[in-house]
């Protein structure tokens, strides 16, 4: 009996000094880990804004009268110096050829009167006429001159009036719906002028949008440490759009205009970009993004899929140097070559956890058995 008591204490013992895989324990995961990619990048900052015309014009009658006859059609593209509309000429051409009438007279006048003239040059010697009849002729001579210069002047109102009976294009761009049938009465002059329509440029053609205070603030504290030229400045400053049904960076501009003002109610500032607009598939009014150049920093690069969402938390796992995980919050930036920027949170050494992570068993104070993977960064 006493030596089965002892090799009883000893099969204890040495079922108690076994592993804990022998017991049925769960063994360490293997995860995948690498350390992230640091980069250079460029920073781009997205907005949203709109399609604006370079230039609007509402085109309007100078002159009054009847429309005789519409030469363009609803919606087409327009040059400059196109005929629109043709406004009855035959007031107009009458009042030309009653100026000319005019001028005309004054100008007989003007010959009668330096006639008189030269002749009462002649009779003053003989002292047939005197000083003072004279001197009337002179004065005479000097108002007819003056009566023939506002004749002509005259005259040149009246063929503008005329000129102006053919409504033309004064820019380039696309026409709006006319607002105004033949056959009605227009009025025309610098006030209450009838709108006959109006006509926007295409190309090139603006983007406009809003920057906030805070972004606004960055760039100028980039612009004063020499990190990054100013938007009012000579050096071009790039941007890229995309539309709404666009994945694609495709479309390329420049600032032109940052406002003097941010708005004390949205605490922002306008911005306009220009863009090339070949194509003239941008039309004013439509929707975009828009991405600013911010500057140049150093970053790290990891993929999404390594990244965890903790409530309002990014958290990434890491295999620390005794292979235990630990969970680092992380502040992310944009995707640059298929990954994802961390602005801080991690550091060039760290060993992060890639694959596994939808698996319970890896959590933050969990040993792992750490694999070599790697983060490859996709072709710009």
């Known amino acids: ?25 769960p063994p360490a995961m293997p995860v995948g880990v690498a350390e992230p990619i640091a980069k250079r990048v ?16 509402e085109v309007r009658a100078r ?60 009779l003053i010697k003989s002292r047939t006429i005197t000083d003072q009849e004279h001197d009337q002729r002179k004065a005479n ?31 380039a761009g696309r026409i709006s719906d006319r607002k105004v049938d033949a056959g009605n009465l227009v009025s025309g002059g610098q006030t209450g002028a009838t709108l006959l329509a109006t006509i926007v440029t295409l190309d090139p053609i603006r983007f406009v949008f809003d920057i906030s205070e805070a972004d606004y ?32 960076w495709t479309r390329t501009g420049r600032i032109d205009f940052v406002d003097n003002t941010l708005g004390t109610r949205s605490g922002t500032i306008r911005a306009r970009a220009i863009v090339e607009n070949k194509d003239q598939l941008l039309t004013p009014g439509i929707f975009g993004r828009l991405q600013l150049f911010g500057g140049e920093y ?3 690069l990891i993929p999404d899929s390594a990244i965890i969402s903790d409530q309002a938390r990014k958290i990434v796992f890491t295999v620390g140097p005794e292979n235990v995980v630990a969970a680092k919050p992380v502040v992310l ?20 956890v890639l694959d596994g992570l939808a698996n319970p068993m890896v959590r933050p104070g969990v040993k792992v058995v750490p694999q070599k993977g790697e983060i490859v960064a996709k072709a710009n």
């Open 333 to 352: 930036g944009p995707l640059v070559d298929g990954l994802r920027v961390v602005r801080s949170g991690l550091t060039a050494t760290d060993k992060v």
């Open 141 to 171: 001579l000097n108002v007819a001159r003056a009566q023939q210069k506002a004749a002509e002047s005259g005259l040149k109102s009246a063929e503008l009036n005329l000129d102006w009976a053919d409504v033309r294009a004064p820019l």
């Open 1 to 25: 009996m006493p030596v089965f008591r002892q090799l009883f204490f000893a099969a204890v013992l040495a079922f108690a000094a076994t592993p804990a895989v022998a017991q049925g324990g």
């Open 217 to 248: 603030i960055r760039y100028q504290r980039l612009f004063l440490s020499g990190s990054r030229p100013s938007e009012r400045g000579d050096t071009v400053i790039p941007v890229r759009i995309r539309l709404s049904d666009e994945t694609e």
């Open 42 to 57: 460029t920073q781009w900052d997205e907005y949203s804004g709109r399609f604006e015309p370079v230039a609007a014009v």
């Open 63 to 122: 002159v009054s009268g009847f429309i005789d006859k519409l030469h363009f059609r609803d919606g087409q593209l327009v040059n400059v110096g196109d005929l629109l509309l043709t406004i009855d000429k035959r007031p107009f051409e009458i009042a030309v050829e009653s100026a000319a009438a005019e001028v005309a007279r004054t100008k007989a006048q003007v010959e009668l009167a330096e006639n008189q003239v030269e002749r009462s040059a002649t």
């Open 298 to 300: 150093d970053a790290l």
